[in-house]
């Protein structure tokens, strides 16, 4: 097991599950191992048809990267967003995510990326944590409308919700006044709660 201290994060660990490596924090997964299943059963129930541009928020250890171009086969582009930069060295030291000219990371918080002029994207991975909790701010419906503008017609959205449901309702809400139609998928790989958002291909005027 390898200890790593990270002003964002707190203390992280390296450690080696059924001879698998995996990231951990004090409380949760982090990368790989449990987390990594609950996005391979998630990333099952969508399409990948037309799906050419994703955008990660909330990067970790790139477990979710490996998973699309593993698993899943997709040869698009990526744009991983972290705020930690100990953990997107962490990512490039312990898991071999760098990047390359269909990956690009960068270090910024997710909430002032999705303020930024960017392209849109035909998928969205929201996996943001701090230790076992989602920060307040991408529960807030501030958040939410600003995402909602960075997704494509007919482009999905993902987001790991894990059981903190307080927040669903105005999510929920937020995400139909933006033309998105909304549904739930209960107890991911036995635990999770996954919101899928698919936005309306032609949008209303």
Same mark, same amino acid.
């Given at each position: 097991?390898?200890?790593?201290?990270?002003?964002?994060?707190?203390? *992280?660990?390296?450690?080696?599950? %059924?001879?698998?490596?995996?990231?951990?924090?004090?409380?949760?997964? $982090?990368?790989?191992?449990?987390?990594q299943?609950?996005?391979?059963?998630?990333?099952?129930?969508?399409?990948? *048809?037309?799906?050419?541009?994703?955008?990660?928020?909330?990067?970790?250890g790139?477990?979710?990267?490996?998973?699309?171009?593993?698993?899943?086969? $997709?040869?698009?582009?990526?744009?991983?967003?972290?705020?930690?930069?100990?953990?997107?060295? /962490?990512?490039?030291?312990?898991?071999?995510?760098?990047?390359?000219?269909?990956?690009?990371i960068?270090?910024?918080?997710?909430?002032?990326?999705?303020?930024?002029?960017?392209?849109?994207?035909?998928?969205? *991975?929201?996996?943001?944590?701090? %230790? %076992?909790?989602?920060?307040?701010?991408f *529960? !807030?419906?501030?958040?939410?409308?600003?995402?909602?503008?960075?997704?494509?017609?007919?482009?999905? /959205?993902?987001?790991?919700?894990?059981?903190?449901?307080?927040?669903?309702?105005? /999510?929920?809400?937020?995400?139909?006044? !933006?033309?998105?139609?909304?549904?739930?998928?209960?107890?991911?790989?036995?635990?999770?709660?996954? /919101?899928?958002?698919?936005k !309306?291909?032609?949008?209303?005027?």
């Amino acid at each position: 097991m390898q200890k790593i201290r990270s002003k964002f994060s707190g203390v *992280l660990e390296i450690n080696y599950v %059924d001879g698998e490596k995996v990231l951990d924090s004090k409380n949760t997964s $982090y990368s790989y191992g449990n987390l990594q299943k609950v996005w391979e059963k998630t990333l099952q129930k969508i399409s990948f *048809l037309n799906v050419e541009r994703i955008l990660i928020l909330g990067m970790g250890g790139g477990s979710s990267i490996h998973l699309l171009r593993d698993e899943f086969k $997709y040869k698009g582009k990526i744009v991983a967003i972290e705020i930690d930069p100990v953990i997107i060295a /962490i990512a490039k030291k312990e898991f071999d995510v760098v990047e390359d000219s269909n990956l690009r990371i960068e270090c910024i918080d997710a909430a002032a990326y999705v303020k930024k002029r960017t392209w849109s994207y035909d998928l969205i *991975l929201i996996d943001i944590f701090i %230790d %076992d909790k989602i920060p307040a701010k991408f *529960l !807030a419906r501030e958040f939410w409308k600003d995402l909602s503008k960075k997704c494509a017609p007919g482009g999905q /959205i993902l987001f790991n919700a894990f059981t903190d449901v307080s927040k669903l309702k105005s /999510i929920t809400e937020e995400l139909l006044m !933006a033309n998105y139609r909304v549904n739930q998928f209960q107890k991911v790989n036995g635990a999770n709660m996954m /919101i899928h958002a698919v936005k !309306a291909a032609i949008l209303s005027k």
